[in-house]
């Protein structure tokens, strides 16, 4: 904040564990929580391509700079808080 000013837009990104892209790898009688490599994988794959989104400035315009966190939920689930600075927003 000291550099770029108040961010313009916070966003949270959650993990899904019934994307399809974990439950396809689950085994029969297998929960999300029981395989947590898969979970974490699919999820950074996916944080990547968002995050890829908004640097780009297809998700809310020019960007100045993105600062974000990953934490893991009680059940294991990681998601993402993310702070944008966008060019010529409340930031400067």
Known sequence: ???HGAPDVFTTFTCNP????IT???????????RAD????VYHMKLVE??????SGR???????????????KHGLPHA???VWRIGGNGG
């Open 38 to 41: 898969v979970v974490v994988r």
């Open 59 to 73: 998700a809310f315009g020019p960007i100045k700079a993105v600062l974000y966190t990953v934490e893991f939920q």
């Open 24 to 34: 396809a790898a689950l085994e029969p009688g297998q929960a999300p929580s029981d």
């Open 1 to 3: 904040c000291r550099v």
């Open 81 to 83: 808080h993310i702070l």
């Open 50 to 55: 968002y995050l890829d989104e908004i640097k």
């Open 18 to 21: 019934k994307w399809p892209e």
